[in-house]
């Protein structure tokens, strides 16, 4: 009984399946998921996540990301639009309107925890600003005050 060995161009076909499209993720979204970010600003959204991952400039999960809003902290505010149940993060976009901090909700939790370098699917982030993705997180920035806001 020996392992057979998969050649890596099967293997890259089989990851290339179990990725979903964008249309396929707005599927399973939340009725309470607005302002939703478009593709475009989803994709630079993972970018800038990933980036602030790299530098330890991320806050993740509903309780940090409570935390140090309740302390004041600036940043981004990123949730996922497929978690479930709702009740488990829906204080949150409230709590950025009051300090007046841009959020936004992207269809995937799960390439919201990869693109922060995990493998656990995360339901929000907070990035913080940083002088080395300044130019990424100031674009972000500018297009998610640009979305308009929920009644």
Known sequence: ????KKEKGAKEEETEGNEKSYQELIANINPI???LASRKLSKKLYKCVKKASKLKQ???GV???QKFINKGEK???VLAGDTLPIDVYCHLPIMCEDR???YAYIPSKVDLGSSAGSKRPTCVIMIK???DYKEAYDECLEEMTALPKPL
């Open 100 to 102: 007046s901090m841009p």
């Open 75 to 77: 940043g981004i505010v």
């Open 1 to 4: 009984m020996t392992k057979i």
């Open 129 to 131: 600003p940083h002088e």
């Open 33 to 35: 998921a607005r302002p």
């Open 58 to 60: 991320i806050r993740r």
């Open 63 to 65: 309780k940090e990301v």
